[in-house]
């Protein structure tokens, strides 16, 4: 009989303490997918940061003077698009893309408002550029701040700086993301032809400070260099450590297909994330 009782007492006290572990499981689980959920939101910061590039990109293709004369012609924006001084020999001239109350543009975002560029002739070496966002909205998303761009390129191949200062991302619940950021974008396709924006290659290569939206600070350094194609909306490859409030996150944006998944590895679990 006191066997009995002794191995009923066992028994009890061993699936207690399983479900005291199985909760405690749980429990981490649920915390490492808040933390997944806030990696997703930090990670967001790069993608404005490669939409950014982009159009600065081809606001530098408008302000060229050989094709200023176009600028109503082209197809590959829905905004509006203005270019002053039009005079081919005059810089810095400032880029004006007006969406208006909103339109579907050629990158596939529903797109509002303007975005101001202010540019030298930044296809040739230590020139500047420079984006600020007028009442702009992105796909539901405001931004506002301050992007510069350096171009650093050599015959070889396009280098471009880029810092970002007081970006502010705010959604339609208005909770909102600011950050700062140095990246540097260097090209390795496309160089030759170098007249076709759209087979252009980077490599991306930096660090973002951000503050999430939940208030805690935030740290994204890339390690393998970031795979960016003009003619891909989002970053396709390459991987680093986002540091939230000292829990380490390892991101990774896979083998090189061009959608909006991303891995977050947390405590050795894998998270999906959309970005």
């Known amino acids: 009989m006191q066997k009995q009782i002794s191995f009923f007492l066992f028994l009890t006290i061993a699936t207690f303490a399983l479900t005291i572990i199985a909760c405690k499981k749980d429990a981490d689980t649920s915390a490492d997918q808040a933390s997944a ?12 940061i490669t939409s950014s590039f982009n159009i600065a990109q081809r606001g530098a293709t408008q ?32 880029v004006t893309v007006d969406f208006g109350t909103g339109c579907t543009d050629g990158d596939g975002k529903f797109k509002s408002g303007k975005f101001i560029l202010t540019i030298g002739k930044i296809w ?3 020139t500047e550029m420079s984006i600020q966002y007028d009442n702009y909205v992105e796909d539901g998303v405001k931004l506002a701040g301050k992007f510069t761009f350096g171009n650093l390129s050599t015959v070889n ?8 200062q007081n970006v502010t991302v705010t959604n339609a619940t208005n909770a909102s993301i600011s950050y700062d950021a140095a ?3 260097t090209q390795v396709s496309g160089h030759p032809t170098w007249w076709d924006w759209s087979d252009d290659v980077y490599q991306i290569t930096g660090n973002i400070n951000a503050i999430l939206s939940t208030g805690e600070f935030a740290n994204w350094t890339i390690q393998t260099p970031l795979t960016k194609a003009n003619n891909c909306y989002w970053v396709s ?22 959608d909006n998944q991303a891995t977050a590895t947390i405590n050795g679990q894998v998270f999906p994330i959309a970005l």
């Not at 959920?37 to 404005?48: D, F, I």
């Not at 191949?157 to 970002?164: E, L, R």
Request: aromatic share 4%.
């Open 63 to 94: 302000a060229d003077g050989l094709l200023s004369s176009q600028v109503e012609d082209r197809t590959d924006t829905c905004g509006t698009l203005s270019v002053t001084p039009l005079d081919p020999a005059v810089f810095p001239k400032v």
């Open 124 to 126: 040739e070496s230590n």
């Open 37 to 48: 959920n806030k990696a997703a939101e930090a990670m967001r910061s790069q993608l404005l």
């Open 157 to 164: 191949a396009g280098i471009f700086t880029i810092v970002a």
């Open 237 to 258: 490859q390459g991987t680093g450590i986002l540091d939230i409030n000292g829990l380490l996150i390892g991101i990774d944006y896979g083998s090189g297909s061009c």
């Open 183 to 185: 990246e540097t974008f």
